[in-house]
Structures are given as C-alpha cells and as structure tokens.
C-alpha cells in the first residue's frame, strides 16, 4: 500500500526528522529516483529518500541539474513516495520552479504534494530564499533548505567548487543558515563547504544538518544512489563519495554473461521454456508428420 493511500504508522513524519536534533541517531539520506532505488533505500533503513533534481545527470545523462523539468519531479516523486513506508520522501524543486513568485512555488511544490505524494520539498539557497521558504510553510508545505555548493547556481558559482572557504564566504553561509531556519526549514543540507564551516552552522542553528562534502559534523549524511553503489565507475567522483558498491561491473558482467548465453544456444534451456501437455505433443508432431 502506497503512502498516497494511506499514511502508515510507521512512516518518519517531518516533525521526527525535526527533533532528531539535539541528540537524536544521524539522519541517513538517500537520493531516489524510481521504485526500485526508492525500495533497496527504504529497505535498507534510510530515513529520507531525496528525489534529487540530480535525475538530470545520473538518470538522463545531462551535464547539469538544470534542465529538469517539474512534470519530470513529479513523475519521478510518484515512483518512489509508492515504494515508501517508513522513509520521508523528499521532491528536490527543479530550477526556476520557485524563483518565478511565491504563489508560482506554492503550485509547483503542491504538484509535488499531491500528485507526486511527498511529505516535503527541498529548495537551495538560505537568504536569497528566505521569502519563499517562509510563504511555502505558511501554506503547509514543509521545506528542507540547502546552502553551499547549490548546483542550480553553477553558473553564477562558475561551476561546481567548494563554497565558503574565505572568511567573508564562511559568514555568508552561516547568515544563509540561519536564515532558512527562521524562515522555517524543517532540515538543512549543507553541501561541499569546509567541515569547519559546517561544524559552526551545525551548532548555531537548531534544526539538523545533513551533509554531503561537508565533513563529519553534521546531524546527518546523504549520498547519491548511483555514487554510493558505484554504478558509473569511470566517473571521476568528488573526494567525499565513498563507493560502497561496484555494482556497475556487476551488471555488466550479468548482461554480458546473457548476450554469450543468447548467442551460443545456452538460453532459454528446456526447463525455462513451455510445453505442450504429452497427449497434445504427440498429436502436434503427428500432424506436422502428416502434413509437413
Ligand atoms: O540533487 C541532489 O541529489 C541533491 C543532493 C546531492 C543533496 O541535491
């Protein structure tokens, strides 16, 4: 039964993840794409399932996250909020989905919502979007923010780098921290910013901190699917994935132990095949016999 039909009661509800903190088990987060991802993560005990907007680069193979469209989020949002149980299903707003106006973000998040079925949505950027973090929680869409290396930025940020490493940057990311927490995120991801940096925010603000590159401070961690599992092993992977797979050589050795068994005659054998009742064969061969 999906979490559209019913609301489990063992489902983690917003305010769960929001008192993790102070003192609460790290929060564990996942990006997930489709029922299978969302499955294997929900089943190996993820706390949150993010349907990352970086579906543009490990699903779709595109150079950046910016070409994800909204009708795309949900599509995606609705294969893995039916594979959820226990895990908050998280839509990560594509770009310019939230930057048109703040009733336009309230559609779009809500599309999220109802047709996509999760319980909250993830928007980057602290100060600059303290408005619409603000106004998408008044009209009861929980928001998860995200500050430092903002993908959706790389061409302001002039491509993807480590944020916040002068003073000046430092104070910045933690005024945007703070920031988004007034404004009422329930939860923060802080992505590649020195783990000095994410120390300091991690302690200043009340709500948890989930980290990617951001060191071992947080009050939780996140990782791609495909990175974590080592699907796209001649990728070159920033320094903080750590692959605990290699399930890319797996499939393929898979898939190219069908193709040999395909091509010499090995499958589909005898027992993987149907066949006709013992009566019914023997009458079937004496008929093509009798008329070939
Ligand atoms: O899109 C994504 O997968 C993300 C995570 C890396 C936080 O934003």
Redesign the pocket.
Known sequence: MSKIAAFPPEALSVPAVRSRKPGGPKLV?L?AYDFPSAKLGEEAGADIL?V????GM?IQGQPD?LRVTLDQMVYHCSMVSRAARRALVVA?MPFLTYHTGLDDAVRHCGRCVQEGGVQAV?L?GGAKRAAVIRHLVQNEIPVMG?VGLT?QSIHALGGFKVQGRTLEAARQLVADARAAEEAGAFCL?L?CIPAEVAAEITATVSIPT?G?GAGPHCDGQ???FHDLLGLYEDARLPRFVRRYGTFGTQMREAIGRFREDVVEGRFPSSGEAFHLPEETSRLFEEERRAHP
């Open positions: 987060m990006t993010l990352g907007d970086s579906l490990v996250t990560d993830k980057e995200h993908p991801v992505e989930i990617i996140v990782l791609v």
